[in-house]
């Protein structure tokens, strides 16, 4: 496995390595003594969740405030994303910078997101499986999370925003000014 730091710090990408045959493939996707050992970072993941989504829906940015903060390494399962990442930790260095890539179900690379990252993603093709492990439990009262198109945050989501299929209430988040001043 080939693991990256972002220039986020304590942001990875990892890179399985695939064995492909005429039978299809076979990678690791997780190891916890290669993860610790080429990051540095103790992983004690006790959640995972999926989610399945159409072209065009974009989920974020989203996260979970203090002891509910969430570390995660996501992936696609099926299909392929833009995923973001925002590192909103205010005593960052690179507090307020996002950092993005392309996920799909071809090279099967992997982010690993530290807590106090805020993270969203778009889906790029229709029937997409998200799949994300998570170090800390949901906790409904904690979580939060950040305008999408927030012109502080300037992401660059390359896709047509009159067809995105965003929820009502990732609508509703506050813009980072006002996360900035609420937390």
Known sequence: MIVEETYLKECFVLKPKVFEDERGFFFE?????????????????????????????LRGMHFQTEEYAQAKLIQVIKGKVFDVCVD???????????FSIILDDIDHKQVYIPKGFAHG???????????????????????SGILYNDEDLNIEWNFPFEKLIVSEKDKQL?????????Y
């Not at 005593?91 to 996002?98: A, I, L, R, V």
């Open 88 to 98: 909103i930790r205010k005593e960052s260095p690179t507090f307020g910078k996002n």
């Open 174 to 182: 506050p813009s980072f000014k006002d996360f900035v001043n609420e």
């Open 121 to 143: 993603f778009l889906v790029l093709e229709d029937d997409t499986i998200f799949s994300y492990k998570c170090d800390n439990f949901y906790n409904k009262e904690s979580e």
């Open 29 to 57: 996707s997780f190891n916890k003594k290669i993860f610790e050992t080429k990051t540095g970072i103790t992983a004690n993941f006790v959640q995972d969740n999926q989610s399945k989504s159409s072209k065009g829906v």
